[in-house]
């Protein structure tokens, strides 16, 4: 078991690569050895390596090869006019801690091949030459990505067909660029973990979505969060396929967008959709179809969702399919459900209980033993009979959205009139270090008409019985479902600076009733104030 150093500015081919005095300079000189199982090839902390890495050589499953890095500084940046990384046929390979940026083609590719873990790897700006930029894998077995951040990837940023056990963990993908680009698409591929990862497509040029499954088999998709999009998640056909605990936000530009959809490019099987938090966009869960195919839509469970902020309803169902939907919380702005006569005529799909998000959050306060909340039958969402439709909203395509066409409703239910509610600024100034969290209520000054004010989001998340903490730009901020706020100074965060420094946190707020408000807290620091308190802290 060998280690090879490889340093792009102090290094020479000449030397033997085996200790960071006698370092390589370039991969190619790599490429001419022979790599042997638990080999490791490290590139030095700021190299930069013009050039394709070709991996010909595999590992064992007890010994793998690794490419790593080594020394202190900017992880080593592979260029090239072509793939980053090309592995065709190498198994039992680690690639972790280095930099990938402004290819030709994809970061890494690799066909045929089982074994692979990808962590820790930056990629930014890659496919620059019309190619694919992603982490692509094909006819594999095994692949696992994580802890890997994907920004400005030209094409899908990671992108799979046909693999056996596909593990992608607590990445970040970010912008996914081009016409047909998601951040991730899966096609034909099985055993699936997809699981903590933040995909972000709202600031791309692409007219697709953030999530793709294709024909997947056993997968498990959750604590995800999906922004942006044409769409959130498309699983369109698949069998045994679990959607879990997801926030999917933001997604919209059709008549048609959806947080989760499938019923079309196959068959539908067998699909179990919960505790996901679907807002921001116009359907919550769609099933549906381009055109009329034959396709199978079975057990399709959906149920312990929350819908917030939808401008179409919670659920639609406009092609034939069974399942179920039911104990789902659902903005009560939000129209239920969305299903054509013909189709609810079939009743294969049930429509059980489901609660207003205002009366969710009022069980809550209630449980926690407050009296503020509104639980009166006024609340209750009444089952919605389906609206019926004249004209077919299709699901998204797998290539290329189509023209949307818009949907018209013979029936809609007529908002009620509800109550006035008044979201106040809230404003928290610190001047000094009193060693502990400042307190507040981000409730007090705000009012409504029927005196029930019930906080709903903080942030982009929703505020439950536990309570919420964010990371803010100077601190820590704890937020309780009554109000309650505590917000702990990082005093390493001011380090360094002068003056005044302030952030802002939006939060929203209902009145049980259907009416909602927006405001902030602002946040204002004194920092040379708290830092002469600071060192009276540290002195006393």
Request: aromatic content about 6%.
């Amino acid at each position: 078991m060998t280690v090879y150093y490889v340093n792009s500015v102090t290094g020479s081919d000449y030397n033997s690569g085996t200790g960071e005095s006698s370092a390589f300079a370039t991969l190619s000189a790599v490429e001419a050895l022979k790599l042997n199982p638990g080999d490791s090839v490290l590139l030095a902390a700021g190299s930069v390596f013009n050039e394709q890495f070709d991996l010909k050589y595999s590992g064992t499953v007890s010994a793998p090869i690794t490419i790593g890095s080594y020394g202190i500084g900017d992880a080593p940046v592979i260029h090239s006019s072509n793939n980053g990384i090309h592995g065709s046929k190498a198994s039992n390979i680690i690639v972790e801690n280095i930099k990938i940026a402004d290819t030709g083609a994809n970061a890494i590719y690799a066909g045929s091949v089982s074994n692979w873990i990808v962590r820790n790897v930056e990629v930014s700006n890659t496919g620059l030459a019309g190619k694919a930029g992603s982490l692509s894998f094909q006819s594999s077995q095994n692949i696992t990505i994580e802890n890997s951040t994907l920004t400005g990837v030209h094409a899908d940023g990671i992108w799979m067909d046909k693999v056996k056990g596909v593990t992608l963990i607590n990445n970040t993908v970010t912008n996914s660029q081009g016409s047909v680009a998601d951040a991730i698409q899966l096609n034909n591929s099985s055993n699936i973990l997809i699981k903590g990862n933040h995909l972000d497509q709202t600031d791309t040029n692409s007219a697709k979505g953030v999530l793709v499954l294709i024909r997947a088999q056993d997968a498990v998709v959750e604590g995800n969060t999906l922004i942006g999009g044409g769409f959130g998640l498309s699983a369109q056909a698949g069998t045994n396929i679990a959607i879990h605990d997801n926030d999917i936000s933001g997604y919209g530009g059709y008549s048609w967008s959806y947080g989760i959809g499938l019923g079309d490019s196959g068959d539908a099987k067998n699909y179990d959709i919960s505790g996901n938090y679907l807002h921001d966009g116009v359907y919550g869960v769609l099933v549906s179809a381009v055109g009329n195919p034959a396709y199978l839509r079975e057990n399709i469970i959906v149920h312990d969702n929350v819908f917030d902020d939808l401008t179409a309803s919670a659920l639609k169902v406009d092609r034939s399919a069974s399942g179920s939907f039911y104990d789902n919380i659902i903005d009560s702005s939000v129209t239920t459900l969305t299903m054509p006569a013909t189709i609810a005529a079939q009743n294969t799909f049930s429509i059980g209980d489901n609660k207003t998000l205002e009366q969710a959050q009022a069980e809550l306060d209630s449980a926690a033993g407050s009296t503020s909340g509104d639980t009166s039958s006024s609340n209750e969402q009444i089952p919605v009979a389906p609206i019926s439709e004249h004209v077919d909203v299709p699901a998204s395509p797998q290539v290329s959205p189509p023209a949307p066409s818009v949907a018209t409703p013979t029936a809609t239910v007529p908002a009620a009139v509800v109550p006035k509610i008044v979201a106040v600024h809230d404003s928290l100034k610190i001047a000094e270090d009193i060693g502990s969290a400042y307190h507040g209520n981000l409730l007090d000054n705000d009012n409504a008409s029927n005196g029930t004010i019930l906080l709903r989001r903080f942030g982009d998340s929703a505020v439950d019985k536990h309570g919420l903490t964010l990371i803010g730009k100077y601190g820590v901020i704890h937020v309780e479902s009554d109000g309650d706020y505590s917000y702990t100074v990082d005093a390493t965060k001011l380090a360094g600076l002068t003056g005044k420094v302030s952030e802002f946190f939006q939060y929203k707020i209902s009145d049980g009733a259907s009416h909602i408000d927006t405001d902030s807290l602002s946040v204002s620091i004194n920092v040379d104030a708290f830092h002469s308190s600071h060192a009276s802290h540290v002195l006393a």
